[in-house]
């Protein structure tokens, strides 16, 4: 996959694409990321981006042109036109699901703005998708690309070492993920659960399922339903979420009530 990031930082950016999991994947060569400067797009001579909007208000609105030469030649670059997504709070919230089918294009490429956003008109003619990372405001839509780059670029096949790094985990299958445990065996007196050290494989899956099933009804009760809606729970959970008793499905974060904090 190739991900270009067309912003105003563009050093911002490619310090977190060449770290770590990310990075080493651009370096094994089964992703690309690439950003661009906006303002090398700009046919002023002053080199400016942005505006005052037209009707007046705060803040300054990016300029249509800059964006539009620069994402012209992303094209060129990638040699094809990449889906075109911007980062704005003024969208659906980005989703696991979401991620999962945007992980299958082979091009993307995510525009970034800042102040009070970017002409409209860039929306009409280029967009192709508008997403948000939550509902909260950001100084700019660079951190939401990161992370909306950093999402998908994990799900593509041979950036993780183990496809079982995602399948399992949290969200993957509607989900959260079970606890998770490694040495000592005992830690300041807290026990390791012994169903996880018994090495009976089935025992351990089903002990996580249950764990994962009490986890997201006391977390996030609305992912369990929707589970639920869409037929992914089995007779067994059913049984298993049956017997937990009212405490059990009220505690939270793993805490009993007596250590939980008031
Ligand atoms: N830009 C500013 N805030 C944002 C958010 N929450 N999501 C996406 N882009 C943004």
Known sequence: MRIDIMTLFPQMCEVVMNESIIGRAQKKGVLTVRCHQIREYTDNRQKQVDDYPYGGGMGLVMYAQPIDACFRAVCEQAGTRPHLIYLTPQAPVLTQERAKELAQLPNLCLLCGHYEGVDERVLEAL?????????????????????????????????????????????????????????PAVWQGREVPPELLSGHHAHIARWRREQSLKRTLQRRPDLLEKAEREGLLTELDHRFLQTLSDKEKQENCGKSEDEAEP
């Not at 593509?156 to 993920?177: I, K, R």
Request: aromatic share 8%; with cysteine.
């Open 127 to 183: 967009v192709d998708e508008t997403l948000s990372i939550g509902d909260y405001v950001l100084t700019g839509g660079e951190l939401p690309a990161l992370v909306l780059a950093d999402c998908v670029a994990r799900l593509v096949p041979g950036v993780l070492s183990d496809e079982a790094c995602f399948t399992e985990e949290s969200h993957y299958s509607g989900l959260l993920e079970y606890p998770q445990y490694t040495r």
